[in-house]
């Protein structure tokens, strides 16, 4: 190599270092970062009174400084897979839920990257546009005409309702006697578990027809705000804690329900019994139907399949949140403990009309759970028109329910309701059910 080549050599080595330095070395990931996102549903965007007649409560204004007025907040992680997919991880408490139905990429017609978060077990889904950190667009619920409420999301946020760290003037941890509705004519009991932590703030509520999920917040000075997120459910609960340590809150589920709700410590205070809430009217001993698979096959519980079998008959809705809980407990326990004379028929009763798509709703809440018995179509999900399809029964009160039958049909109890994982009941249910099981099975 001569004098001058070498020289334009160095030059070339030279330039393509330079211009290698300022050559931004893209991120290992494909979509919206990694990590910690704080979102909210924007429930005052679509404006609702905050009780059914619209008056203010008596004595107390309800005043949140503490937090964004409507503002029903939940955090989620984004997990990439691999540097092309990822899945989103819903925080609500000890409950984690995957969501994995995503599609993301670039719009044509705006310019924007849009991501679909589908939740198919529920019919909803949340339509958005991402830029740089913040993901803004709507929760859609298709079960529900024209139904939305304005989504968004900021990443790197990882707090809930506030940063802030007032110091609570009381610790709110146990059992609360509460009344919901009572604003109306028809108010209802439930039972608050509420654990405290300094600031954080998680429990549920128990109602004798089933739970509120599980719910994640914070206690600020007399304030107390919880709220959940599943994809079904948009719940928001604020409260304050008066001078005699007694409450009175607000409870909104997305922006189609609101109500007024008291509370006061009360560590004996029971709901209603469950076995004793629903029950056949006068002449009838026996549960009779007969409804369609998803293939279009009609099923009795006097089919050869359950003829001398006990059985479970499970009143549901694939869109009932307290409904999966309860059919992921069913399906577990049938795994763990198989029996050849024990079989459980669904009946789901559902808010979409059309076969073609309550079947579809079907198969894919039986995908989700590995369900490994029938669950038919049974109708509509309101409860009158329920009734109608089970005359046998005084109503339907609750999806879930559970009727056990035996050999020939003929009722043995009848469970109203579902207090899921969330709840402190939920084990001693377990204990409860397996002990009737096998004392069913045995006798």
């Not at 691999?82 to 310019?111: C, K, M, W």
């Not at 409904?323 to 992921?328: F, R």
């Not at 079907?362 to 005359?391: C, H, Q």
């Amino acid at each position: 190599m001569n004098y001058r080549n070498l020289i334009y050599f160095t030059f070339l080595c030279i330039l393509c270092i330079g211009i290698t330095s300022c050559i931004k070395v893209p991120d290992q990931f494909q979509g919206i970062p990694p990590g910690k996102w704080r979102a909210s549903l924007r429930l005052d965007d679509i404006r609702r009174p905050l009780n059914k007649k619209a008056e203010p409560l008596p004595d107390e204004q309800l005043k949140f400084d503490e937090v964004i007025q409507g503002e029903l907040p939940f955090t989620f992680d984004v997990v990439y897979d691999t540097p092309e997919s990822f899945h989103l991880v819903i925080n609500n408490g000890a409950e984690n839920i995957e969501v994995r139905e995503i599609q993301y990429g670039r719009d044509i017609a705006n310019g924007h990257d849009t991501l679909h978060i589908d939740f198919p077990h529920y019919d909803s889904y949340i339509e958005a546009i991402f830029e740089e950190d913040v993901i803004e667009g709507k929760w859609v619920v298709e079960t529900r005409k024209d139904y939305f409420i304005p989504f968004l999301a900021r990443h790197g946020q990882g707090h809930r309702f506030t940063t802030l760290n007032k110091t609570p003037v009381m610790d709110v941890s146990g059992n609360w006697e509460v009344t919901f509705d009572i604003d109306t004519d028809a108010p209802y009991k439930a039972i608050g578990e509420f654990k405290q932590n300094g600031n954080t703030l998680t429990g549920t509520f128990r109602t004798e027809t089933g739970d509120y999920r599980f719910l994640d917040g914070t206690i600020q000075d007399n304030k107390i705000y919880l709220s959940c997120f599943d994809g079904s459910h948009a719940f928001l609960f604020e409260a304050k804690i008066l001078e005699d340590k007694s409450m009175i809150g607000s409870f909104r589920s997305g922006t189609h329900y609101t109500s007024t709700w008291s509370a006061k410590k009360n560590a004996d205070f029971k709901l209603g019994d469950p076995d004793k809430l629903t029950f056949l009217k006068k002449g009838y001993d026996k549960v009779s139907f007969s409804f369609p698979n998803t293939e279009g096959k009609y099923i009795t519980p006097a089919d050869d399949a359950y003829k001398g079998k006990f059985k479970i008959i499970q009143i549901l809705g694939t869109w009932c949140p307290n409904c999966a809980d309860e059919t992921d407990f069913l399906t577990k326990y049938l795994k763990k403990h198989p029996h050849d004379n024990l079989e459980i028929i669904g009946l789901a009763f559902e808010k979409h009309k059309e076969q073609d798509k309550a079947f579809a709703a079907i198969n894919t809440f039986k995908k989700r759970f590995d369900v490994p018995y029938e669950v038919l179509w049974a109708g509509s999900y309101k409860k009158n028109e329920a009734a109608e399809k089970l005359s046998m029964l005084n109503h339907i009160l609750s999806y879930p329910t559970m009727i056990f039958l035996d050999g020939d049909n003929k009722v043995l109890r009848i469970h109203t309701g579902f207090s899921g994982p969330a709840t402190s009941t939920f084990g001693k249910f377990e204990e409860d059910f397996h002990e009737f099981i096998q004392k069913m099975l045995n006798d």
